[in-house]
């Protein structure tokens, strides 16, 4: 199941610089930071106007999403999934609680938080790699034995 | 206008997951992966992002506020407490397992592929619950 992937320095420095300049508009604009977990997890709470960009937001990203995935020569863009059902499903649920206990994910703390110099993101964005690395390799070389 | 401001935000958020293949589960795992095939793309995508929101964010949090809302909606930035770092552990665990954070596992709904539709309901299931008990807890530490 393990997929080998190139380093793509260009197009991820572009992507990056995308997603940068979305919180910039969004923080300039209208004053939010461009967390996902917090858009879309408060979304089910969230009502009027507060609803509204939320949602606007979400739509937005699914129309970015799917037009490069659906515009771009076949390839250009792969999702190649890396767990099954049972495992995605897990991760879906922890993802969840995480974000929500530790206030933010790779967007809210990574970018957003990490760009106004917060001690609390700066922390959390460790704390998650560190884990995370540390979760890849148990699946992959202790349990999965490698490849 | 603010509707319009999260549009545009969104569409350029998920372009940027989209032309950055931080969508595709294998990449990201393949950067947590340091001991194996390491590919480093994830690194450059938020140093990317950063790159920009740094300077960005030091000039619009200088202005007395947004242009289309009356104040900024900022987080706290201060107090490390137990609940950011175990927040933080959990939420690397779940995305270490799958290889998707909440951003590509949303925009990766566009594929229609049902493993991210469950992936993205527990998600937000788990998301839920949690602020439940938390708001259960912060009631009752209030009586």
Same mark, same amino acid.
């Given at each position: 199941?393990?997929?080998?992937?190139?380093?793509? +320095?260009?197009?991820?420095?572009?992507?990056?610089?995308?997603?940068?300049?979305?919180?910039?508009?969004?923080?300039?604009?209208?004053?939010?930071?461009?967390?996902?977990?917090?858009?879309?997890?408060?979304?089910?709470?969230?009502?009027?106007?507060?609803?509204?960009?939320?949602?606007?937001?979400?739509?937005?990203?699914?129309?970015?999403?799917?037009?490069?995935?659906?515009?771009? +020569?076949?390839?250009?863009?792969?999702?190649?999934?890396?767990?099954?059902?049972?495992?995605?499903?897990?991760?879906?649920?922890?993802?969840?609680?995480?974000?929500?206990?530790?206030?933010?994910?790779?967007?809210?703390?990574?970018?957003?938080?990490?760009?106004?110099?917060? +001690?609390?993101?700066?922390?959390?964005?460790? &704390?998650?790699?560190?884990?995370?690395?540390?979760?890849?390799? &148990?699946?992959?070389?202790?349990?999965?034995?490698?490849? | 206008?603010?509707?319009?401001?999260?549009?545009?935000?969104?569409?350029? #958020?998920?372009?940027?997951?989209?032309?950055?293949?931080?969508? !595709?589960?294998? $990449?990201?795992?393949? #950067?947590?992966?340091?001991?194996?095939?390491?590919? =480093?793309?994830?690194?450059?995508?938020?140093?990317?992002?950063?790159?920009?929101?740094?300077?960005?964010?030091?000039?619009?949090? $200088?202005? =007395?506020?947004?242009?289309?809302?009356?104040?900024?909606?900022?987080?706290?930035?201060?107090?490390? !407490? =137990?609940?950011?770092?175990?927040?933080?552990?959990? #939420?690397?665990?779940?995305?270490?397992?799958?290889?998707?954070?909440?951003? =590509?596992?949303?925009?990766?709904?566009?594929?229609?592929?049902?493993?991210?539709?469950? #992936?993205?309901?527990?998600?937000?299931?788990?998301?839920?619950?949690?602020?439940?008990?938390?708001?259960?807890?912060?009631?009752?530490?209030?009586?």
């Amino acid at each position: 199941m393990m997929v080998a992937t190139e380093f793509t +320095p260009v197009s991820a420095l572009l992507g990056g610089a995308m997603i940068g300049l979305s919180a910039l508009l969004l923080l300039a604009g209208s004053g939010r930071i461009a967390g996902i977990s917090g858009i879309v997890g408060n979304m089910l709470t969230a009502r009027g106007a507060d609803l509204s960009w939320r949602m606007a937001f979400t739509i937005g990203l699914l129309g970015g999403a799917a037009a490069w995935l659906y515009l771009t +020569p076949p390839g250009t863009l792969e999702l190649n999934l890396q767990a099954g059902l049972p495992l995605m499903l897990l991760a879906g649920f922890v993802v969840g609680v995480g974000t929500r206990l530790g206030r933010g994910c790779t967007s809210g703390h990574g970018v957003c938080g990490i760009g106004r110099v917060s +001690p609390r993101s700066i922390t959390a964005t460790m &704390v998650f790699m560190l884990t995370a690395g540390i979760t890849v390799y &148990v699946t992959r070389h202790l349990i999965g034995g490698g490849a | 206008m603010n509707i319009v401001v999260a549009l545009i935000a969104g569409l350029l #958020f998920g372009l940027g997951l989209a032309v950055s293949q931080m969508m !595709d589960p294998a $990449k990201v795992l393949n #950067f947590l992966d340091v001991a194996g095939a390491w590919d =480093p793309s994830l690194m450059l995508v938020m140093g990317g992002a950063v790159a920009v929101t740094m300077p960005g964010f030091y000039v619009i949090l $200088k202005q =007395p506020h947004p242009l289309f809302s009356p104040r900024f909606f900022l987080p706290y930035v201060g107090h490390i !407490d =137990p609940a950011l770092l175990g927040g933080a552990a959990l #939420f690397g665990i779940g995305w270490g397992l799958a290889g998707l954070c909440p951003g =590509p596992a949303l925009a990766g709904l566009v594929s229609g592929n049902g493993d991210i539709v469950g #992936f993205v309901l527990m998600m937000l299931l788990g998301y839920r619950i949690t602020g439940y008990l938390e708001e259960r807890r912060a009631a009752r530490a209030t009586l």
